[in-house]
């Protein structure tokens, strides 16, 4: 079956822009995460939604948002880039979103802010 | 402090070699444990799930957890070159974590044929 699907694969924007980053979940699948990977910090959590709710946050700046469909695929938004958000933006999918299902995650976005 | 120490390596071995992974955990809340791989160029995926203390084994992969001294280990027997990738344990709390998972920095590993 299909995997994770994340678009685009990259990206270049320029600071002060916003951007849009979208995730196809693994069918039948209701809950996606979104990280944040960067060769300083890490795989960071963004936030977790789950039947078009966020249910979970971690700690980044009101610019990071994100939202659900019906269809549970998902899209995360940032605004007014600055250099430091250049980074591998990954999402997972999950059936319910708890630790006993696992995460399956995608290939990632690779955002660049010049 | 960060949650999740993982000595980032990088750690070079040979064809045949048995590897030992490694990560410590400071929140006692984290009841999940899991050891993710990442190649270059794509996203995590999920090598090993454990929940309890104790060793769990599939194939050539081990995975200990040790919850009294918040230590949890991956150990790969007879690594291969195609082993060669960046390692990542995670960590969940479980209850309302909902889709939270606490990573380790990571190991970057090199199997030499």
């Known amino acids: 079956k299909a995997g994770v699907t994340q678009t685009p694969r990259y990206l270049i924007k320029t600071r002060g822009q916003q951007v849009t980053l979208s995730c196809s979940p693994i069918s039948g699948h209701r809950s996606v995460s979104w990280y944040q990977q960067t060769p300083g910090q890490g795989l960071q959590f963004l936030f977790e939604y789950f039947s078009e709710t966020q249910r979970n946050k971690g700690n980044f700046p009101g610019r990071f948002s994100g939202r659900q469909f019906s269809n549970s695929r998902s899209e995360m938004n940032v605004s007014t880039l600055e250099l430091g958000d250049s980074a591998l933006y990954l999402c997972a999918s999950s059936p319910l979103g708890s630790s006993v299902d696992g995460y399956t995650f995608g290939s990632g976005t690779r955002l660049t802010v010049v | 402090q960060k949650e999740v120490e993982q000595d980032p390596g990088p750690l070079s071995v040979p064809e045949g070699a048995i590897v030992s992974l490694n990560c410590t955990y400071s929140n006692s809340a984290f009841q999940y444990f899991m050891w993710y791989r990442q190649y270059s160029r794509k996203g995590p995926e999920l090598l090993m799930y454990t929940y309890s203390s104790g060793n769990k084994e599939d194939g050539r992969f081990t995975a200990q957890v040790d919850k009294s001294s918040k230590y949890i280990s991956l150990f790969i027997r007879d690594s291969q070159p195609s082993d060669s990738a960046t390692y990542l344990c995670?960590?969940?709390?479980?209850?309302?974590?909902?889709?939270?998972?606490?990573f380790g920095q990571g190991t970057i590993l090199t199997v030499h044929p």
């Open positions: 995670a960590e969940n709390a479980g209850g309302t974590s909902y889709g939270k998972l606490t």
